[in-house]
Every structure is written in C-alpha cells, then in structure tokens.
C-alpha cells in the first residue's frame, strides 16, 4: 500500500486465516469463463486473485473498503451485500461478518461491518442466503466462509431451507475457532418444484445496475 492510503487500514478488515482459506478454495473452484462477484471485498485481496483468471466485480458497503479494493485494480462497487447487481453470477465469494453481537458490544464504525454478524453469528449470512437464487446461476457455485462461533450445521440448514445444497470443501482450526469453507449450489430438484416462480426480466443481464 502506497502512502496515500494510509487511512484506509485501520476501518478495513485487514487478511487474517479466515481469508486465507477462503481465497485458497477460489483458487481450486474459479474458472476463467466465470463472471464472479465478491460480496464483502474488504481489503480486495481475493477479487484481486480472481481479477487474474476471469471477469470479477466486487461490493462492500464500507466506503474505505471500496477505496483499498479499487486502489488494488478491483472493479468494485459499494452497496449493500449485492443489492443493484442483476446477475447471473457464475461464482460468488462472501467471508461475511460471522461474530455473534450483542446490542450492548456494537461499536459505531465501519470496521463493525465487516464483524458484527448479530445475535447469532448469522443475520447477515440470513440475508445473504435469502436473496441468492435471484443473482446467483443454476448451475453456479458459491464459497461461504463459516465459523463455528457462527453455528456450522445451523448454516447449512440455513441454506438448505433456501433450497440450495452445502458441502464443505476446506476447513481449518485456529486460536480455538474452526473455520469451513461450504461450496454452496442449487438443489436443481427445488428449482424445477418451483416452475410457478419465473424470472422477473429486469433481473436479468450483466450484473450493472
């Protein structure tokens, strides 16, 4: 980082393990015919990686994220998770704020984004989850970093309610924490169930808004 970014750093989510394992399943999963999307780039170091292999946009609603991501040659885009995007994405990559937070625990300020995952660990992974089979592929695939301070089994019926199938590709334990990689696709069986839900028209295209 040059020094005219300075001030970016300490309101971003800096690369920790969480990241690392989660950058190291793109690498096996990505294609050079995906068009990714990275929700939550932080620090962009994993749309960067992608950047290399394929087309690749990224979000994050934190303003000094976007900055650090577009200074690293991330085309970025800030919004909320990938409200905007139309899709369909063929690969996309979310580490999303895992912690469970208290009212009483909140801090004001950016880098809680990229922490405070709610009384549980997983209102934003809910969120995430709920609005996925609008913008993701039907044959795409999803990398979801978890935690299981987060609640693993509890994420992965999360999804599986959604009608999407979850299955881990990489794990690691550190500092008392285990952290999972789910590669996350659609049950193509509930999609076909769900023959009465068409695809509104404006939804569909390049992911520009």
Same mark, same amino acid.
């Given at each position: 980082m040059n020094q005219q970014t300075p001030e970016y750093h300490?309101?971003?989510?800096?690369?920790?393990?969480?990241?690392?394992l989660l950058l190291s399943s793109v690498q096996h999963e990505i294609r050079d015919t995906d068009l990714v999307l990275e929700v939550g780039t932080g620090s962009g170091i994993i749309a960067q990686s992608c950047s290399e292999h394929a087309r690749c946009v990224a979000t994050d609603v934190n303003p000094h994220a976007c900055k650090m991501?577009?200074?690293?040659?991330?085309?970025?885009?800030?919004?909320?998770?990938?409200?905007?995007?139309?899709?369909?994405?063929?690969?996309?990559i979310f580490n999303p704020p895992y912690l469970p937070t208290q009212e009483n625990e909140r801090i004001n300020d950016w880098l809680e984004y990229a922490l405070d995952g709610g009384r549980d660990g997983r209102a934003v992974i809910h969120r995430f989850a709920s609005g996925l089979?609008?913008?993701?592929?039907?044959?795409?695939?999803?990398l979801l970093l978890v935690s299981s301070l987060t609640g693993i089994e509890e994420t992965r019926k999360l999804f599986a309610e959604e009608g999407f199938l979850s299955f881990i590709v990489a794990?690691?334990?550190?500092?008392?924490?285990?952290? *999972? *990689?789910?590669?996350?696709?659609?049950?193509?069986?509930?999609?076909?169930d769900q023959s009465s839900s068409k695809q509104n028209p404006e939804d569909t295209g390049e992911f520009g808004g």
């Open positions: 300490e309101q971003v989510y800096q690369p920790e393990a969480d990241t690392y991501a577009h200074y690293m040659g991330v085309e970025v885009v800030r919004t909320d998770l990938y409200t905007g995007l139309k899709g369909p994405f063929d690969l996309i089979h609008r913008i993701l592929h039907p044959y795409g695939r999803a794990e690691e334990t550190t500092e008392g924490e285990r952290l *999972v *990689v789910f590669r996350i696709t659609h049950d193509l069986c509930s999609l076909r």
